[in-house]
């Protein structure tokens, strides 16, 4: 399995970590995908609010850029039980703190992204929990373009955005 380099030595890891090259000409992380927790916190009257999002370490693909926390998928584990295992280590999100609404899913084939999209169902306080992160925090949904996001979570935001506001149906897979 290759890592990363400046892969911590202390770093998770599991079978799935690898890079898978893509028909689409790039390289991907994960050798059974990958997938990721974008947690919304919503107001009283149910409007999408903030979303947490982690400043990826420098050391990572793409790193310094801002996504969700998320990795590759271990072999046989469903997109959904990798999203939240991810979301646990990487910002100390409890699975039992959020409910799933629904899953975005970026298909190249050979290799997939899924966005897990959830909401707080008790109030989360994400942090740092391991090297994998710079920062992890709530960011207003007005303001998350304004940090440098990950090119794929960047393409992928206006679709996710109305997606939170249910402005869009289903998952078009």
Not at 2 to 12: F, I, R, Y
Not at 43 to 49: F, I, K, N, R, V
Not at 88 to 114: F, K, M
Not at 143 to 166: K, M, S
């Amino acid at each position: 399995m290759t890592v990363p380099a400046g892969l911590p030595e202390h770093a998770h890891r599991h079978a799935g970590d690898g890079w898978v090259p893509c028909r689409c000409g790039r390289r991907h992380w994960g050798l059974f995908g990958a997938a990721g927790l974008l947690l919304t916190r919503r107001d009283g009257t149910g409007t999408a609010t903030h979303v947490v999002l982690q400043h990826r370490a420098t050391w990572s693909d793409q790193g310094g850029t801002w996504g969700v926390p998320g990795g590759a998928c271990a072999p046989g584990e469903s997109a959904v039980d990798a999203a939240l295992r991810e979301a646990h280590e990487e910002a100390g999100i409890d699975q039992g703190s959020v409910g799933i609404r629904g899953v975005h899913v970026l298909d190249h084939g050979d290799w997939s992204y899924t966005t897990v999209l959830a909401d707080e169902l008790v109030e989360v306080h994400p942090s740092e929990t391991d090297s994998e992160s710079i920062e992890v925090t709530w960011v207003r949904l007005d303001d998350v373009v304004a940090h440098p996001l990950l090119p794929a979570f960047a393409e992928a935001w206006p679709t996710l955005r109305a997606r939170l506001d249910g402005r869009t149906g289903p998952d078009p897979r």
